[in-house]
């Protein structure tokens, strides 16, 4: 029973630190947005908030906090508190899975812990997948409960758009686990191990190059953001689903929507991008005699790859228009999906053949 | 332990698949539908199926009840009372659903309690062994199974598919 508690008490802490980290991004990004939005179109972003604003974060949260709670009229009560929860609770959990280091053991009083992953199951993608096509219905629910005409059509077109998109993600991840031959992202991490050429976006013997690129494009259509973010067009549906939303409801959606950035960027660091395995083989810091340490790189190189992805959608946000609703659909299942598929069938021949020569 | 997850599992699939059919507002129908289903996934884990159990999250709670979701709210169905006076069926479905239940009942109480072989799952790979056995053992069902949904894929594009003179017909 102790070790059931010590083990208990462990899982409780990583998730905590986790947990603390998210949010510490979370907070970082919706700074870093305003400052990399506003240094892209020649302005200085937020600056009357602590010195060069860096506390703006931080007195946004404390004004949504206080702001008042308001229920529409009509609005379903139950569904228009569950919906913001709904949001953000797969947004977080898929984090669980996620290796943010080496795949080191270490003994806390007697058990063996993995400081840098949570949990290694063994359908750590597919998990990631499930809970990710379960954030649809925070948004679906949220924008039906309103009560609120943009709402529903902000709602609708988030779940057309979150269904046709998912199913690219899906896809484009195919290739991967084809060559890793795993499904548990520790594993297809570390094999990627020993330089750049060895990353699933370069690897002998199918560069999964265009599966990258479609796993990007679709991430960013998933997430709602710039220029697949129609669910919340400011032009036509005033906030899209979360339009009569306020106060702390509204910052849960908000939250949701960077974590889930976050999210996508992690996994693309991590199937695609090698995860926490540096583009050159082996670590500097072993190198150096310093074997204890070579996790810090492990880590630093991780945190670089997906702030390096969540600088991208500031980036895409930055320069391009919103798609037109038709063009959205029409991209994502007449451009996105056939590449997708097309790039599962090269991927299989190709290690079927190499790994008959082999 | 697994008897109490198992009964845990098994009492709310129970009561949230009887929620569905028994609610008024059909959006909350389809909540209840989705905690089913999580349900359902969570006896799939303690099976040791993690696939499955993933997949079934994906497929049914993702996907498909996403949409079903997406077609309640565009038509806007708040409160339809048709549905809930139907007794003459219900009890035409029921009654022989009661005595094949009652049979079974009788049948398993006779038969004598006989221990389940737990099922080698290879190690912790059972996707592998899911993929092994789908395309050796079941490649034929797998194939006509692939087969039926591609037919009906294509009958809902030719149903849904309007000539251009049609659509311009009716304005």
Not at chain 1, 174 to 195: D, W
Not at chain 1, 316 to 327: F, G, I, K, S, V
Not at chain 1, 341 to 357: D, E, K, R, W
Not at chain 2, 8 to 17: D, H, S
């Amino acid at each position: 029973m102790t070790e059931l508690g010590l083990r208990l008490a462990v899982s409780l802490a990583q998730i905590a630190a986790v947990m603390g980290i998210v949010m510490l991004t979370v907070m970082i990004l919706t700074l870093a947005e305003r400052k990399v939005l506003g240094w892209m179109q020649d302005r200085m972003g937020p600056m009357e908030v602590g010195p060069y604003g860096i506390l703006q974060p931080i007195a946004d949260g404390l004004k949504l906090f206080f702001k008042e709670d308001i229920v529409p009229a009509g609005a379903n009560k139950f569904l228009f508190t569950m919906a913001p929860i709904l949001a953000m609770v797969p947004a977080m959990i898929g984090f669980a899975v996620i290796p943010f280091g080496p795949d080191l053991t270490i003994d806390v009083f007697g058990i063996s812990v993995k400081p840098f992953v949570i949990s290694d199951i063994n359908i750590g993608i597919l998990y990631i997948l499930a809970f990710a096509s379960i954030g649809a219905y925070g948004i679906i629910l949220g924008g039906w409960a309103s009560n609120s005409k943009y709402s529903l059509l902000g709602g609708l077109r988030s779940a057309a758009q979150v269904i046709s998109y998912e199913l690219n993600v899906g896809l484009a991840i195919v290739g991967v686990l084809i060559m890793a031959g795993s499904l548990s992202l520790v594993k297809i991490t570390e094999a990627q191990a020993g330089g750049f050429w060895h990353w699933y976006v370069f690897a002998f013997p199918a560069p999964q190059i265009f599966a990258f690129v479609v796993y990007v494009i679709s991430a960013v259509a998933e997430t709602n953001r710039v220029p697949f973010d129609l669910p919340e067009a400011e032009s036509e549906l005033v906030a899209g689903f979360f339009t009569e939303y306020s106060g702390m409801r509204f910052a849960f959606f908000f939250i949701a929507e960077y974590a889930n950035m976050v999210l996508v960027s992690c996994v693309a660091a991590a199937m695609f991008l090698g995860g926490w395995n540096a583009p050159y083989p082996g670590t500097i810091l072993a190198q150096l005699g310093l074997e204890g340490f070579a996790w810090i790189e492990g880590v630093a190189w991780f945190t670089v790859k997906v702030y390096g992805f969540l600088f991208l959608f500031f980036w895409l946000r930055a320069t391009l228009p919103r798609l037109r609703y038709d063009q959205l659909m029409k991209f994502g299942w007449k451009v996105m999906l056939p590449i997708a598929l097309g790039n599962i069938v090269v991927t299989a021949i190709a290690m079927y053949i190499y790994n008959q020569f082999k | 332990m697994d008897q109490l997850f198992f009964g845990y599992f098994a009492g709310v699939i129970a009561i949230t698949a009887l929620l569905v059919v028994a609610l008024r507002n059909p959006v909350y129908s389809a909540l209840s539908l989705l905690v089913m289903f999580f349900h359902v996934a969570g006896l799939y884990v303690t099976l040791h199926a993690e696939f499955l159990a993933a997949v079934q999250i994906i497929v049914y709670a993702g996907a498909i009840l996403v949409l079903y979701l997406f077609v309640v709210m565009l038509l806007n169905l708040h409160r339809d009372d048709r549905y809930h006076s139907q007794w003459r069926t219900v009890a035409f479905v029921c009654v022989p659903l009661f005595i094949e239940f009652m049979v079974l009942i009788g049948g398993s109480i006779a038969a004598a309690p006989q221990s389940v072989a737990p099922v080698e799952t290879g190690s912790g790979e059972n996707t592998l062994a899911i993929g092994e056995v789908l395309f050796s053992t079941y490649l034929f069902p797998f194939e006509v199974a692939s087969l039926i949904l591609l037919v009906a894929m294509i009958g809902a594009i030719i149903l849904a598919k309007r000539d251009v003179g049609d659509a311009r017909s009716e304005g």
